[in-house]
């Protein structure tokens, strides 16, 4: 029997005979999702990193190719305000796979070899005792009393090479069940923001059209000015990601605790680096009024569809998916080693000055891209196979007439529009509420 650490509190202390018999069943937070599931493992210096995906449904056609393409936009080398570690980051499916390619239905295994590791950097020096501020060296010391000092261990972002494997896989499926594609850009760079994106034009080929990985090509030369005035002076820098969900069926996410926004908060704040999240306008829209930030439905004269004319809300209303384009944006923090003299502590309580040593990016934001694409699009094929799951394990067969009008973008209603009900000049409806 499995119980909640308060329920297992309370059977220790019980004087029921079967007390004992409880037991403690709990994460240690290398895992994320629910039915379609990852759980990701390995060290930036050790052996290698992987993931194991559980969950995927079978009959998908995915090859090493399709995985290898993402991998190599997170990878190290790129460029010059990326770290110069060298790793081609391939990856090897061990498991999942029959010979012809295709998903089995049983869990996925991938794995990434390291292969340009310099643990010399980390252990020679006073880095091997010292924390860097505002890293997770210290935070990793507390809890667990021993940590990996070469490279940081699993804090590094090189554990992320699982979850852009697995979400590789999962940008496959989502496009294939309706056409879903997840693109995310660096939208800012300290207060250098990206002008004239269209987050239904704009494509992969455009964000990685330069090293930051901005679709504006002016914004993205004012971004790249900064970060190579910082990084030249042993600094570092932050910024935004965001990142635009395309042709989401709406429905997706469930009430209360599980609002897709907050499991994608989650996802996205996962990232190594992530400081802050967004959902549509986000802090933006508290300067506004209600009808200001209200988006108004209509119905599409083409369609027929429910849709609405702005997109403050993100595609997210009540927690649920509502067809229009999912927008989100996530800040991350400049990177915390850094070639500057800081004040610091070592592990034994000595308070010593520390200046960062080894490889590292001056700018987490253009490796980050495919990292934030990888989290929304393993949490959105999560959050589709539970609405499938629940809503449509029997099909509504109710008659037209007594059904939702069909939401979003991708959708129509059958017969085409209804005919309009309101004529000019005629007055709101009345809408009497009695809310908490």
Same mark, same amino acid.
């Given at each position: !029997?499995?119980? $909640? ?39 930036? @210096? ?42 081609? &980051? ?19 295994? !991938? ?64 496009? !294939?069940?309706? #056409? ?6 660096? $939208? ?10 269209? @987050? ?5 080929? &455009? ?6 990985? +901005? ?21 570092? =820098?932050? *910024?935004?990601?965001? +990142? ?8 997706? #996410? ?94 034994? *309580? ?9 490889? @590292? ?9 495919? %990292? =934030?694409?990888? %989290? ?9 196979? +539970?609405?499938?799951?629940? +809503? ?19 959708? @129509?209603?059958? *017969? ?21």
């Amino acid at each position: !029997m499995r119980l $909640s650490f308060v329920g297992l509190l309370l059977a220790a202390t019980s004087s029921a005979p079967d007390a004992s018999a409880f037991t403690l069943t709990m994460g240690t937070g290398n895992s994320f999702g629910r039915l379609f599931r990852i759980s990701t493992w390995g060290e930036s @210096h050790g052996g290698g990193v992987g993931v194991t995906l559980d969950g995927c449904p079978p009959r998908i056609p995915i090859t090493r190719e399709e995985i290898q393409v993402d991998l190599d936009r997170r990878r190290p080398g790129q460029s010059r305000i990326t770290t110069p570690r060298d790793e081609k &980051d391939s990856v090897e499916i061990l498991s999942g796979l029959n010979a012809e390619g295709v998903t089995l239905g049983t869990p996925l295994a !991938m794995l990434v070899r390291n292969e340009d590791q310099r643990s010399s950097d980390y252990l020679e020096n006073d880095m091997s005792v010292a924390y860097r501020p505002s890293h997770a060296d210290a935070t990793y010391d507390a809890k667990y009393g021993v940590r990996a000092i070469a490279g940081g261990g699993r804090s590094s972002a090189r554990e992320t090479i699982g979850r852009v494997a697995a979400g590789a896989v999962a940008r496959k499926i989502l496009r !294939m069940y309706n #056409g879903i594609e997840v693109l995310a850009y660096v $939208s800012k760079v300290q207060e250098i923001e990206a002008e004239n994106v269209d @987050h239904d034009k704009f494509t992969m080929e &455009d964000v990685d059209s330069n090293i930051v990985r +901005c679709p504006d090509g002016p914004s993205a030369e004012r971004m790249l000015e900064r970060i190579d005035v910082i990084r030249k002076t042993g600094n570092s =820098v932050g *910024g935004v990601v965001t +990142c635009v969900v395309r042709n989401v069926p709406a429905g997706l #996410g469930s009430p209360v605790f599980d609002k897709l926004e907050a499991e994608l908060a989650k996802a996205c704040m996962s990232i190594p680096a992530a400081k802050g999240f967004e959902s549509g306008d986000g802090f933006g829209g508290t300067l506004l009024t209600g009808i200001e930030h209200n988006d108004e439905f209509y119905i599409d004269q083409v369609t027929g569809a429910t849709r609405t004319r702005t997109n403050r809300s993100g595609g997210i209303q009540g927690g649920i998916s509502n067809g229009e384009n999912i927008v989100v944006h996530v800040a991350f923090k400049p990177t915390s080693t850094i070639a500057k003299a800081q004040n610091t502590v070592t592990r034994d *309580g000595q308070e010593v000055e520390l200046r960062g040593k080894g490889r @590292h990016d001056p700018c987490v934001l253009p490796r980050a891209v495919p %990292m =934030v694409e990888a %989290m929304v699009a393993l949490t959105i094929c999560d959050a589709l196979m +539970c609405q499938k799951a629940q +809503c449509d394990l029997f099909p509504n067969d109710a008659p037209l007439e007594e059904r939702p009008n069909p939401m979003g973008t991708t959708v @129509h209603r059958a *017969g085409g529009p209804r005919e309009k009900v309101l004529t000019t000049g005629s007055g709101p409806i009345g809408l009497r509420v009695d809310e908490e």
